[in-house]
């Protein structure tokens, strides 16, 4: 017969919250430990990048969005998020020339900008991703010249080899500020 075949069912309410409270001290001393380093993974066309978790304000579904004539392609209107007019960017567009094909999977990465935010189309976000002193030894230099200025280095996380994405020298870039067409 089970331990918890003779508790009562608060003794047994109460162990549960003992060993999810353990679990989650454990999984936060993991998170918190001196050396790691969390992002948010997504794809933009083929490639896969990662960006500080501090850089990135929010995640949206794509809503509607209202163009706005005379501006770049890779402009693509704005958006209303929660009574702000968000300028609305197509991510592979700015970054490789290639307009994005939206699916069920796309979503809107919201990223200070100056004195408000921007928004930033990406094929797919994969969520947290947290990153080792090891893996950041062992990363590799980004050989795209499209992406050297944003992407120091690519590192291995699983089987995956994402591009460490700075979002700060992404919004400082002055063909990136230039929407006006």
């Given amino acids: 017969?089970?331990?918890?075949?003779?508790?009562?069912?608060?003794?047994i309410l109460a162990r549960y919250e003992r060993l999810s409270l353990a679990?989650?001290?454990?999984?936060?001393?993991?998170m918190e430990a001196p050396g790691l380093w969390r992002g948010i993974g997504y794809?933009?066309?083929?490639r896969l990048f990662v960006?500080?978790?501090?850089?990135?304000?929010?995640?949206?579904?794509?809503?509607v969005l209202?163009?706005?004539?005379?501006?770049?392609?890779w402009l693509m209107g704005v958006a209303n998020v929660r009574g702000n007019l968000v300028p609305v960017i197509d991510f592979n567009r700015f970054?490789?020339?290639e307009r994005t094909q939206p699916t069920e999977r796309t979503r809107l990465l919201i990223v200070r900008?100056?004195?408000g935010s921007v928004a930033l189309m990406v094929d797919e976000v994969f969520g947290q991703r947290t990153v080792d002193e090891e893996q950041r030894r062992e990363s590799i230099a980004e050989e795209d010249p499209r992406l050297t200025r944003f992407v120091g280095e690519r590192v291995a996380v699983g089987e995956q080899r994402l591009g460490v994405f700075s979002m700060n020298r992404l919004v400082r870039a002055p063909d990136f500020r230039q929407a006006a067409a």
């Fill in 43 to 46: 794809r933009v066309g083929s």
């Fill in 66 to 73: 209202t163009p706005v004539p005379l501006t770049q392609p």
């Fill in 51 to 63: 960006s500080a978790i501090d850089e990135i304000n929010e995640l949206l579904a794509v809503p």
């Fill in 23 to 30: 679990h989650a001290q454990d999984v936060q001393d993991r």
């Fill in 95 to 97: 970054l490789f020339g």
């Fill in 1 to 11: 017969m089970s331990e918890s075949a003779n508790l009562t069912p608060f003794e």
């Fill in 113 to 115: 900008q100056g004195g």
